[in-house]
């Protein structure tokens, strides 16, 4: 019996959220294209990251917002209830993990869905179990990348979590180790300690949320103490053990920590010797490719999501799939650009940012003013009760913002308007005639530009 073999026009490797965004663009335009996927259709963000996840802190938000009663209104008796948010993650937002909607999906839009792992043989050639896949005009990388262990003693050998088990959490621990201090860490260390795990977040920088403005990480780490999360930075794990029921986790310098779970959120991690890309003459040692403003990595090879290092987001995926469907279709569309890109870490206070944060714009050159106000200081804010900033660079050469950060209730939805004014360019000037609805979160942005200073 020979080796099946299917030739198309494209194929595409891994269907994330833009693998399968370009693979039923292109398939619509009539290309003919094999999606491959070894796991679920739609990646990592429908199953195991962005949706369930963000299920889970919609929960906890209310019970956190519950307890804010006493304070605000009377009397309430708040009683978590974990079966609810694992059945609702388990029947409502992953079908039980189950990708026949994305597939079928798929299917009606014209894509050959092919199950296993894809590996480049030769430029245009791959291989996916006992199958030869044949792409004339193409590959599209879309792998994504998996959780990053990091190479403590013991740590491996462990039952730890990462974030693919924690969405799957039947039961909340009664003890909690995380370790890191990202957005995952900080994301799923408040959603547990408020169903009444006891949490250690362990972060190896000295801040949280170290990507962001550190005001950001400052005020997280505030809400954390608050909610008796407690928060070591700078830590150093030296061995991780598990006697078949509880972990210990070493610390340098620290007393070793006790619990019952331990979940690592310590980064991402790709395979791109897996993947074969030396095929195409790439290293395959690197953590990503590169990618030009099209997409394109190697003539006949495009890449977009995780792996190209510009941002591990969804909206990143879907943002180069239009731009890598549009090239290989040969349409004359305009090139990527990096300048707003948009990030939102759903903590309470919400973290949203876009841009340059200060340190980064600084370490660019430039001449950099920066305007900071206090959402407590705002009308809503002191109604609210609430804690949270708004930070903004300006670049004092060009007149515009470069950078923003709305962090509080709702900081991604009030980064919105931040998120446009950096990525049209628009002028401080017309930023400060703007009119602010009374009494809004957004309306701190006056305040913030009305500080802006060298
Ligand atoms: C806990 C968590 C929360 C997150 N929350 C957010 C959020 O709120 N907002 C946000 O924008 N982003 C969030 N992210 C990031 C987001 O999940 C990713 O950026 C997003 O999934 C896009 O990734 P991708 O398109 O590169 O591929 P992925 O979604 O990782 O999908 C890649 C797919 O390729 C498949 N694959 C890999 N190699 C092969 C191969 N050789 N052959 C066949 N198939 C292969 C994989 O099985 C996978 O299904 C979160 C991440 C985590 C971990
Ligand atoms: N809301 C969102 O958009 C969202 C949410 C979650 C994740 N994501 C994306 O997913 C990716 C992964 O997120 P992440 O938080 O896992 O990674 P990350 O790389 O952003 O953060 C990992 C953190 O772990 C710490 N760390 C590393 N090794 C450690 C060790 N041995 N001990 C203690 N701490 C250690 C690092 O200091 C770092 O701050 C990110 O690129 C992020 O943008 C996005």
Redesign the pocket.
């Known amino acids: 019996m020979g080796v099946a073999e299917l030739v198309v026009d494209v194929a595409v490797?891994?269907?994330?959220?833009?693998?399968e965004a370009v693979a039923s663009r292109l398939a619509q335009a009539g290309q003919s294209v094999a999606g491959?996927?070894?796991?679920?259709v739609?990646?990592?963000?429908p199953y195991?990251?962005?949706v369930p996840?963000?299920g889970m802190i919609r929960a906890a938000d209310v019970l956190a917002e519950a307890r804010r009663v006493p304070e605000f209104a009377g009397t309430a008796q708040v009683t978590p209830d974990w079966g609810k948010v694992a059945a609702r993650v388990r029947d409502e937002i992953t079908t039980d993990w189950n990708d026949q909607a994305a597939v079928d999906r798929l299917v009606a839009a014209g894509v050959q869905i092919v199950r296993?792992?894809?590996?480049i043989t030769e430029p245009g050639v791959l291989v996916?179990g006992d199958q030869v896949v044949r792409a004339r005009r193409g590959i599209v990388l879309?792998?994504?990348?998996d959780?990053a262990v990091p190479p403590v003693p013991g740590l491996a050998d462990t039952p730890l979590w990462t974030?693919r088990e924690a969405v799957r959490a039947t039961a909340v621990p009664e003890s909690l180790v995380v370790i890191g201090g990202g957005?995952?860490g900080c994301?799923f260390a408040q959603v547990f300690a408020r169903f009444g795990a006891k949490v250690t977040l362990l972060q190896s920088n000295d801040r949280l949320l170290p990507l962001d403005e550190p005001e950001a990480g400052a005020l997280l780490a505030e809400r954390f103490a608050a909610e008796h999360i407690r928060v070591k930075t700078g830590a150093k794990i030296t061995a991780v053990r598990h006697d078949g029921e509880r972990f210990t986790v070493e610390l340098d310098g620290d007393n070793p920590i006790n619990a019952a779970q331990v979940l690592v959120a310590a980064g991402?991690k790709s395979d791109l010797a897996?993947?074969g890309v030396g095929a195409y003459g790439l290293d395959e040692s690197a953590r990503g490719v590169t990618v030009d403003d099209h997409m394109r990595v190697a003539d006949g090879l495009w890449a977009?999501?995780?792996?190209t290092g510009k941002g591990?987001?969804?909206?990143?995926?879907m943002y180069q799939s239009a731009i890598a469907a549009a090239d290989i279709l040969g349409e004359d569309g305009p090139g990527a650009e990096y300048h707003a890109v948009p990030r939102?870490t759903?903590t309470d206070p919400e973290i949203g940012s876009v841009g340059l944060t200060e340190a980064a714009a600084r370490a660019a050159g430039l001449n950099v003013r920066v305007g900071i106000t206090q959402l407590s200081s705002s009308t809503r804010g002191f109604l609210h009760k609430a804690e949270g900033l708004i930070k903004l660079i300006e670049d004092a050469d060009t007149g515009v913002l470069v950078g923003a950060t709305s962090a509080g209730p709702t900081g991604g939805e009030v980064l919105g308007a931040l998120v446009l004014a950096v990525h049209a360019r628009v002028p401080v000037d017309q930023l400060r005639r703007m009119i602010y609805a009374y009494p809004t979160f957004h309306r701190a942005i006056e305040s913030a530009l009305a500080d802006l200073r060298a």
């Open positions: 490797v891994g269907l994330g959220p833009g693998g491959i996927e070894a796991r679920l739609g990646g990592e963000c195991y990251a962005c996840t963000k296993g792992r894809a590996r996916v879309n792998p994504g990348t959780p974030n957005p995952v994301e991402r897996e993947l977009i999501g995780d792996i591990a987001f969804t909206h990143m995926s939102v759903f």
